[in-house]
T-cell receptor
């Protein structure tokens, strides 16, 4: 079946840069998304990559390499409020159906 | 912005009860989804719907059914609740925004089956 792999947790300090990696199975792959979820909250959409390369949105950037079946989320100038879980998710077969990774818990320390 | 409303934030039900989880969106989106979220397992797709009266099974449909009688409403039904269905349930609608494709999620229903 389809699956995505990402680290279960990452720790970084305030002001630093952190990269959260995601690898995926290629069968029917259509694009990679990233979501942020704070404790007790709903996931919120951060970014989407359909093509190879880097997409930048403020302090957050997302990258995709189809040839490597790999993407990452880059968070710069980390703030305490960035402590949350981050999920990569992929669309398959243009159906709008998203498959999620298990999530990476990011802890930002002072 | 699209708003996705789930009828209950917290719910406690007894084993064997029939449970209805309601989700309503305020935009004209065809695609709606039900996920459950459990620690260490991420979000897993239960059922989805691309149009009224249309439904498709996701990855873990066993023990669940769905109903979509109107475009804005997508209901998840637990036919006979069991303790292993204790979970956070998330409804989502498919949003395309400026060419970027994202879901909008409801705030979730935390269901406890006792």
């Amino acid at each position: 079946g389809q699956s995505l792999e990402q680290p279960s947790e990452v720790t970084a300090v305030e002001g630093a840069i952190v990269q959260i990696n995601c690898t995926y199975q290629t069968s029917g792959f259509y694009g990679l998304s990233w979501y942020q979820q704070h404790d007790g909250g709903a996931p919120t959409f951060l970014s989407y990559n359909a093509l190879d390369g880097l997409e930048e949105t403020g302090r957050f950037s997302s990258f995709l390499s189809r040839s490597d079946s790999y993407g990452y989320l880059l968070l710069q100038e980390l703030q305490m409020k960035d402590s949350a879980s981050y999920f990569c998710a992929s669309f398959y077969n243009q159906g709008g159906k998203l498959i999620f990774g298990q999530g990476t818990e990011l802890s930002v320390k002072p | 912005d699209v708003k996705v409303t789930q009828s209950s934030r917290y719910l406690v039900k007894r084993t064997g009860e029939k449970v209805f989880l309601e989700c309503v969106q305020d935009m004209d989106h065809e695609n709606m989804f039900w996920y459950r979220q459990d620690p260490g397992l991420g979000l897993r797709l239960i059922y989805f719907s691309y149009d009224v009266k249309m439904k498709e099974k996701g990855d873990i449909p066993e023990g669940y059914s769905v109903s979509r009688e109107k475009k804005e409403r997508f209901s998840l039904i637990l036919e006979s609740a069991s303790t292993n269905q204790t979970s956070m349930y998330l409804c989502a609608t498919h949003l395309e925004r400026g060419g970027r494709r994202g879901y909008t999620f409801g705030s979730g229903t935390r269901l406890t089956v006792v």
